[in-house]
């Protein structure tokens, strides 16, 4: 049972443009969010961030959105550069339940120059 | 270490061996984690470990897979008998502390069991 999924496995933007990865969850007692950035052989890296008493956080070309009745997010990179090429995996915790992140799959995105 | 390390950085293992996967955790970090990434995967939850606390062991897929953490720093994942079924890439992450949810990742160790 994935409580946190990302239904789109790539996405292919052209530089410059904006990029949107979707991330959807089904556990109503998650209340923080965060995007992570993989590239291939590194760890991932923390990205942004967002409390469910938001319903937006912006940094810089990055801006994620929380829809909490649909239980959806998203995030934005605008304008998109070939050195966001990478894999991007959204996360999810409940408060006070020991920091214990889930993940979703993953998407990976390709900024075409 | 400025970051968290991982080692070794590859591991290559006969199905029914056992192997140990280590991890030095960001100095001062409080909070460290086990994850693991099949292919084409998003990243399992296997274990936590926070300060001297009795760890989180409820993403652990078998009695095969134990951690242990010692002095509250290096962590070592020990997998016995290994599967096929276990090659994945092994990520530990840590963090300051229980309030923190921004994860600091290590490389990884990309596990495969012929």
């Known amino acids: 049972d994935q409580q946190v999924k990302q239904n789109s496995p790539s996405l292919s933007v052209q530089e410059g443009r904006i990029s949107i990865l979707n991330c959807d969850y089904t556990?109503?007692?998650?209340?923080?969010f965060l995007w992570y950035k993989k590239y291939p052989a590194e760890g991932p890296t923390f990205l942004i961030s967002?409390?469910?008493?938001?319903d937006k956080n912006e940094d810089g070309r990055f801006t994620v959105f929380l829809n909490k009745s649909a239980k959806h997010l998203s995030l934005h990179i605008v304008p998109s550069q070939p050195g966001d090429s990478a894999v991007y995996f959204c996360?999810?915790?409940?408060?006070?339940?020991?920091?214990?992140?889930?993940f979703g799959g993953g998407t990976r995105l390709m900024v075409k120059p | 270490g400025a970051g968290v390390s991982q080692s070794p950085s590859n591991k290559v293992t006969e199905k029914g061996k056992d192997v140990e996967l280590r991890c030095d955790p960001i100095?001062?970090?409080?909070?460290l984690y086990w994850y693991r990434q099949s292919l084409g995967q998003g990243l399992e939850f296997l274990i936590y470990?926070?300060?001297?606390?009795?760890?989180?062991k409820s993403g652990l897929p078998s009695d095969r897979f134990s951690a242990e953490r010692t002095g509250g720093s290096v962590s070592t994942l020990t997998i016995q008998r290994t599967q096929q079924e276990d090659s994945a890439v092994y990520l530990c992450?840590?963090?300051?502390?229980?309030?923190?949810?921004?994860?600091?990742f290590g490389s990884g160790t990309q596990l495969s069991v012929l």
């Open positions: 967002i409390s469910s008493i938001k």
């Open positions: 992450a840590s963090s300051r502390d229980r309030g923190d949810e921004k994860l600091f």
């Open positions: 100095s001062g970090h409080t909070a």
């Open positions: 556990n109503s007692m998650f209340d923080y």
């Open positions: 996360a999810a915790s409940v408060n006070n339940a020991g920091n214990m992140l889930t």
């Open positions: 470990f926070q300060g001297n606390s009795a760890p989180d």
